[in-house]
């Protein structure tokens, strides 16, 4: 890997510790201020909102300018909802506003790989970076857990610096203070990442003509016999996972009785999975050969059903490390290939924003459905089941759907898999 990968590697830790950490953090603060369970639960597609509402701009945006600088910006919108968390701003709001960051960072950090590194190493890569992230949500759930804890809490809220009265008093704020620092860490690295001499594409000028574009490349990659199959797996694939990180919490609430600190070491279990089935596909799955990992979709789809029946910590464990691997193996390839049809039919930034407003829709639409089931009575028993048939079901679709063009689009399946083969040597 060239050197450069190992610096935007660090940026990508970094920022993605911090977001984690802080989605915690938020979690306990609507808590603490007695908000109700469906407001907790709406923070994933508050999170998610930017994504959609700006994936039109944010792509371009990514293209516009070195993808190193996009991630300071985005970086520093971050600190910005942190800081509003602070002084006083609703937490949903608060929480869209680093939604905003990370919408504007992730087209950046993507499309970055794609200038940087040959198509033979993006499987490899995505590996890496996907890999590095969920151990990111490992560490950066359990720090947010740990920093809530009346025993790390406690000695934040007593710092004090002399002459400065920061209005902190709660732990859930302390927490949040802490983790700006974080987000600076990150912020350095983006300094030092290289440019790559990719020649920059500039924004179109007119927002209607920016509206067409990102139509344009939405419709070309969903008409790709090959990039549909991957952007439906994915985009699939990430509206459950966007939200079984709170779920995994509500669950652990219901059936072993955990709080905070305790249940988010169990969303860091199934990460410990993710991260472990990312690189065991990074080291095993070719591009050609991604299309085979559909019947795990299926498999993830049953096992969340099967999440219902276990209450003992004992089973939990082994559990959800399995659910974590079968995504983790699933989303590599497919990403890996969705990002090389992507890059040639629409360049890098585009086909990273076309890719998020879709799976950030999805995370959207079964957040606020997740949201308002929970408003209507509903248990977090009654929401994974229907999640699990959701994604059993679909998943079978997509397969029957990549056996259609495969056996209706013959030689245009062949065209494309043999350009991911010569691509990916």
Known sequence: MKRGFYTIMSAQFFS???????????????????????????????????????????????????????????????????????????????YAVVGLGAAAYSPAKYGILTELLPASQLVKANGWIEGLTITSIILGVLLGGQLVAPHISGVLLDFDLPGVDLGIGLPAEAAILTLIPVYALAAAFNLRIPHTGVTMRPMPRHVVALLRDFWSCNQRLWRDKLGQISLATTTLFWGVSGNLRYIVLAWAAAALGYGTTQASALVGVVAIGTAAGAVWASLRMRLNKATRVIPLGIAMGILLVGMIFIHQLALAVPFLILLGGLGGFLV??????????????????????????????????????????????????????????????????????????????????????????????
Not at 352 to 376: D, K, R
Not at 391 to 397: D, E, F, I, K, S
Request: hydrophobic content about 55%; glycine content about 10%.
């Open 16 to 94: 993605s510790l911090a977001d984690n950490a802080l989605f915690v953090a938020a979690v306990e603060l609507l808590r603490s201020n007695g908000a109700p369970e469906w407001e907790r639960a709406a923070l994933v597609p508050m999170f998610a909102l930017f994504y959609v509402l700006l994936a039109p701009f944010v792509g371009a945006f990514a293209d516009a300018l070195p993808k190193g600088r996009v991630m300071l910006i985005s970086n520093a919108i971050k600190v910005l909802g942190c800081l509003m968390m602070l002084w006083g701003s609703h937490p949903l709001l608060a």
């Open 332 to 425: 590599v390839p497919m990403n890996a290939l969705l990002q090389h049809r992507g890059h040639n039919l629409m360049g890098a930034g585009r086909s990273i924003a076309v890719q998020n407003f879709n799976e950030q829709a999805a995370i959207l639409g079964m957040g606020a459905f997740y949201s308002l089931s929970s408003s209507l009575g509903l248990s977090a028993f009654g929401a994974i089941t229907a999640f699990g048939l959701l994604v059993a079901g679909t998943m079978w679709l997509i397969g029957r759907w990549m056996a259609h063009n495969t056996r209706c689009h013959r030689k245009e399946m062949a065209r494309l898999l043999g350009i991911a083969r010569r691509d990916d040597h």
